[in-house]
């Protein structure tokens, strides 16, 4: 079972910026695709960035050149770096980690952590 722990977030200003991190534990994190989703009140849970084992990422396009997905396998850490921070783009960010089973898909998901960010 993978348990997957979300901090970083926080209340700041238009403009500003934040690094979330999510640490994971009870599996093989290399073998996982990382992926951040968040969910602002009132609306669909929605996809940021992910990034695959061989380290390719994607990216919404709203948060394209101002978000950048990392991992660090080593210490079983995914982490997204926010710039230039919106209004827009306060929510509760989750933390997901997936590989594939046998059958189906291994997926967990974090307790997310609370952006807020003011104009």
């Known amino acids: 079972q993978v348990q997957l722990v979300e901090s970083g977030g926080g209340l700041v200003q238009a403009g500003d910026s934040l690094r979330l991190s999510c640490a994971a534990s009870g599996g093989t994190f290399s073998m996982f695709t990382m992926a951040w989703f968040r969910q602002a009140p009132g609306k669909e849970r929605e996809f940021v960035a992910s990034i695959t084992r061989t380290g390719s990422t994607y990216y919404r396009d709203s948060v394209k050149g101002r978000f950048t997905i990392s991992r660090h396998n080593t210490k079983n850490t995914v982490y997204l770096e926010m710039n230039s921070l919106k209004p827009e783009d306060t929510a509760v960010y989750y933390c997901?980690?997936?590989?594939?089973?046998?059958?189906?898909?291994?997926?967990?998901w974090g307790q997310g952590t609370q952006v807020t960010v003011s104009s």
């Open positions: 997901k980690a997936e590989r594939a089973g046998s059958p189906g898909r291994y997926v967990y």
